[in-house]
């Protein structure tokens, strides 16, 4: 079974830092493209952060660059969002994805269309407030 499940949310306050984990089983994440969405209350789900490991990608939105780093552990089972510096406007449920299909071809990655075919997490809630 192709899976995975996100760890690591809660509450933190503002300027605080929090780093949420994904891990993958029935696969390897080096394979795919992989990422991180979140959906804030009243905005549509939203990619945050992207990447394909194979060919060194790596896309942030503009509104966590500097912010928030993605990463992979060694045995490319576990992805990780190291989130610092959080505002109160992070606050939302984050979702890790892989993308069985991307290829790149269409020259976009973190869009709407990603993750239609491949696997999402549970979701898991981030809270940032004081």
């Known amino acids: 079974q192709l899976q995975l499940v996100e760890s690591g949310g809660g509450l933190v306050q503002p300027g605080g830092s929090l780093r949420l984990s994904c891990a993958a089983s029935?696969?390897?994440?080096?394979?795919?493209?992989i990422g991180w969405f979140r959906q804030v209350p009243g905005k549509e789900r939203e990619g945050v952060s992207c990447?394909?490991?194979?060919?060194?990608?790596?896309y942030y939105a503009d509104f966590v660059k500097g912010r928030f780093t993605i990463s992979t552990d060694n045995n490319e089972r576990t992805m990780y969002l190291q989130m610092d510096s959080l505002k109160p406007e992070d606050t939302g449920v984050y979702f890790c994805?892989?993308?069985?299909?991307?290829?790149?071809?269409?020259?976009?990655?973190?869009?709407?269309?990603?993750?239609?075919?491949?696997?999402w997490g549970q979701g898991i809630q981030v809270t940032v407030s004081s």
């Open positions: 994805v892989a993308d069985f299909v991307w290829d790149g071809r269409s020259g976009r990655i973190c869009d709407e269309a990603f993750g239609r075919f491949g696997s």
């Open positions: 029935g696969f390897t994440l080096d394979h795919y493209a």
């Open positions: 990447m394909r490991s194979r060919n060194g990608l790596v």
